[in-house]
């Protein structure tokens, strides 16, 4: 038989091409899915438009949306790197949808590859709505472009794997569960809207190692106080992240 008789020809598909089929596939589902556009979204645009028009909390001097904005920057990459990346993959891995992909032509690194760029794709979304909004509401940001790009990143890789963590260790509902009651605790907690220095000092110690309370606070000092690379935040954030992807590495089970 000669050569070509069969079209298309069988085989996997290169592996780039692979990872940005399933990156395509994993972002149409995230923005499909209500709840997770609820989550990622509609709530962080919600807060910045009413805690800038509203002044429920003294944020200080300046205007409102000078603190607002970067920590709801922060809240949208936790949103979506975290909890709604920890409830999907979790019940993906209920219903036996990772162990099929991990029985397909697509490595499984490829594949968590595959889902933290649609996590990157995603956020580059929220960051462009909420900018937009907050510069309608006054905004005035200041600082590097690429100090506040490193943050970001450090901040995905963070929350990417703490949120995989859960997922591939607790039952879908548990995850489900503890990632809504995260959420809503380093909301509160975290820096974004409440700023630390209403806390008590011992408290305030603790909640500044925490992934968000860094990442809103190190957004915070370049882009509302036109600071250099805040490194001690961005050092809280690395620890964070490899201490989050090398526990998810370790103990993520597939089934």
Known sequence: MSAGTYTPRPGAAPLPRMIAAQTALETRMLLRNGEQL?????????????????DIVDTGAGASVDFLAPGVLAL??????????AIATGFERRYGVL????????????????KTL?????????IVLLTVIAFALGWSPHG????????????????S???????GTLKAEATLAAAN?????????????????????AVRSALELLPVSALSEGLRDVLQHGAPMPWGHAAILV??????????ARFFRWE
Do not use: C, H, Y
């Open 38 to 54: 609820l989550l990622t979204v509609i709530i962080p645009a919600l807060l910045l438009v009413l805690f800038s028009a509203v």
């Open 76 to 85: 949208a990459v936790m949103s979506t790197a975290f909890t709604g990346q």
């Open 99 to 114: 162990k099929r992909l991990g029985a397909s032509p697509l490595p499984r690194w490829a594949l968590m590859t595959a």
């Open 118 to 126: 649609s996590v990157l794709v995603t956020e580059v979304l929220q």
């Open 144 to 159: 590097n472009p690429l100090a506040v790009l490193l943050l970001l990143v450090l901040g995905t890789a963070a929350f």
């Open 161 to 167: 794997g703490l949120g995989l963590l859960m997922a």
């Open 181 to 201: 009651l995260v959420f809503l605790l380093l909301l509160v907690g975290g820096g974004v809207i409440v700023p630390l220095d209403k806390f008590p000092d």
């Open 239 to 248: 620890v964070w992240a490899v201490l989050g992807l090398g526990a998810a």
